[in-house]
């Protein structure tokens, strides 16, 4: 799941939008995470809700956690920026939730930012 969201993380980051390739390409990586739920399972990770028990690692493993949750906010950041429409998608699926939840840990150096963007209509 990690490497997953990494990858998408990198491929977003040499992405140029105003490209039109890049743009049909991009529009195609969202429609998937969603019809695929990886959203869903992005955001259920940030509950902590999924089942995979990546938060109950203990005190010394707990860099695991945090390392999947700081990619899942930037990929979150990535896909939601300038986008309106993939926002409110983002919502649907329980990003806003999951980034409330984590961002009252006190966890995660993007969780501010990503919520603000998320609450942006």
Request: with cysteine; glycine share 8%; net charge negative.
């Amino acid at each position: 799941m990690c490497a997953a969201v990494r990858v998408l993380n990198r491929a977003l980051k040499g992405s140029k939008p105003d490209d039109p390739a890049d743009a049909e390409r991009i529009l195609e990586w969202k429609e998937e995470l969603v019809a695929e739920r990886v959203i869903r399972v992005c955001s259920e990770i940030l509950e902590r809700v999924d089942g995979r028990g990546f938060h109950n690692e203990s005190e010394e493993d707990h860099w695991l956690y945090s390392i999947i949750c700081d990619e899942i906010l930037e990929l979150f950041q990535r896909l939601g920026e300038g986008d309106a429409l993939f926002r409110t998608k983002l919502r649907r699926n329980g990003a806003l939730k999951g980034v409330k939840d984590y961002h009252a840990t006190g966890r995660g150096h993007l969780t501010e930012d990503v919520l603000e963007m998320l609450q942006q209509r």
